[in-house]
């Protein structure tokens, strides 16, 4: 499953999401981008990840291998239609970038720090200690902030890190990190509920469009 918008335009980007309770609180977000981008000649594809939305594997027996093939695929299609796959990663999705021709990336994070905060999370919500969640999440399915993830998932994501080659990073101005641009706009993955900010989903719109513009081919 995926959606997608600006269908027949002549650049498509594959859009990376958010990972886990950040993909929620970054939906309307993420969705709010795309049409912006279809306004502005830029499609987008923006997948169902294995074990999340509307897909029908349980994310108890799912791997980052498993997303990782997934957008393998959508980037071979794209460089079969347009002769390069360029991604736009939000926070987590990031990790899933590595096959991408040139990536913009909105506060990339690597997977040991999305972890970081979903057992962090638990930990307060329970009796049980951060280090044995993190004992019992590396060899049995694990509920992490409302997430069951596989074993496989959790050590990969631990040990997954970001390339850098080829990759553009924009930031909020008050959001501390390595960037190459600093945007005015609301962090809605630290929200407690789903949000938008209309003027961010704009600076990211044109910072996309100014970075596109620059990429081998348009």
Do not use: K
């Not at 609180?25 to 993420?30: E, I």
């Not at 830029?42 to 997303?67: A, H, K, N, Q």
Request: net charge negative; glycine share 8%.
């Amino acid at each position: 499953m995926l959606l997608r918008h600006g269908i027949g335009l002549p650049l498509t980007v594959l859009v990376l999401p958010a990972l886990f309770e950040e993909a929620n609180r970054m939906r309307r977000f993420t969705v709010s981008l795309m049409r912006a981008l279809a306004m502005r000649g830029i499609g987008s594809i923006l997948p169902d990840l294995p074990g999340t939305g509307e897909s029908l594997r349980p994310l108890s027996e799912v791997s980052l291998d498993d997303w990782r093939e997934v957008v393998s695929t959508l980037a071979s299609n794209l460089r079969q239609d347009q002769g390069q796959c360029l991604t736009v990663a939000i926070r987590g999705g990031a990790i899933l970038d590595t096959t991408a021709d040139h990536g913009w990336r909105l506060v990339p994070e690597t997977g040991e720090r999305v972890l970081r905060d979903m057992v962090r999370a638990t930990a307060l919500s329970s009796t049980t200690t951060a280090t044995e969640i993190d004992r019992r999440a590396r060899v049995e399915p694990t509920l992490l902030a409302g997430q069951t993830l596989s074993p496989a998932l959790y050590c990969q994501l631990a040990a997954a890190t970001l390339s850098s080659s080829g990759r553009r990073t924009a930031r909020p101005v008050e959001d501390i990190g390595t960037r190459d641009e600093a945007l005015v706009g609301t962090r809605l993955w630290r929200n407690a509920e789903p949000g938008d900010d209309p003027e961010f989903v704009l600076a990211c719109v044109n910072s996309i469009e100014n970075w596109s513009a620059t990429c081998a081919i348009h």
